[in-house]
């Protein structure tokens, strides 16, 4: 069984590597069988070249995760994390996404599923600057 | 399907009933053949009674939930949350642990699977008071 530590540290690599913009970071910490469901709701991206395709997307766009809270382990191969996703709008207004991620571990240590908590009500444009 | 908003609002109604110890307002939350995974990776209580049973002990031990962020839906029925459990370890010192429940929800608007993402690293004695 993966340690909480473990899952914990691998979770903050992941935020770590998603602001560095770093794909390559990002997709290694994934099996090559992963699924992804983000958000939660939504079609699954199966396997090493739609997570590479997602990710690549994802790492592009100028998003920023900060994280909200220590993450969280568990007594099995699952592990959680809370962070705020700071985008722009459509408009170049600042905006941001509350999100909450549950990942699956497996026996190597790599995220099999990942699982990401948001709804269209979690998306807020952010407060002007002064 | 349950809408993001009121699954959030479900899940801020079960931190104020739990910090009420406010047992029944607590399970009437439930489905009848929910499950709970307290931590994930234990065995489940399943069924009204296991539920019940459940929470009159944890809303009985003077346990405090403080919300850490807000919580996150998703574009299914699902929804999550992050608080901080405020206990007293067994020496009566303060303790707390860190928590993110993710929430299942049923046509009905009931919990039919509750997974609490905890660690044994996520216990931590709270720093000694000045």
Redesign the interface.
């Known amino acids: 069984m993966n340690s ?2 473990n899952m ?1 540290a691998r979770l903050l690599d992941y935020i770590e590597a998603f602001n560095a913009a770093d794909t390559a970071r990002v997709t290694a910490l994934f099996a090559g069988n992963a699924s992804v469901e983000d ?4 079609p699954l991206k199966e396997g090493r070249s739609e997570i590479d395709a997602f990710y690549a997307y994802a790492t592009s766009v100028g998003a920023r995760l900060e994280l ?3 993450p ?9 994390i ?1 962070f705020r996703v700071h985008i722009a709008a459509q408009d170049g207004q600042p905006a941001y996404i ?3 991620d ?1 990942m699956d571990f497996d026996a190597a240590g790599k995220i099999v599923r990942m699982r990401a ?6 998306y807020h444009l952010s407060a002007a600057a002064g």
Chains 1, 2 share one sequence.
Not at 72 to 80: K, L, P, T, Y
């Open positions: 909480s530590e914990k958000p939660v709701g939504t909200m809270a220590p969280r382990g568990s007594h099995g191969n699952s592990a959680s809370s509350d999100v909450t549950v908590y948001w709804g269209a009500d979690d």
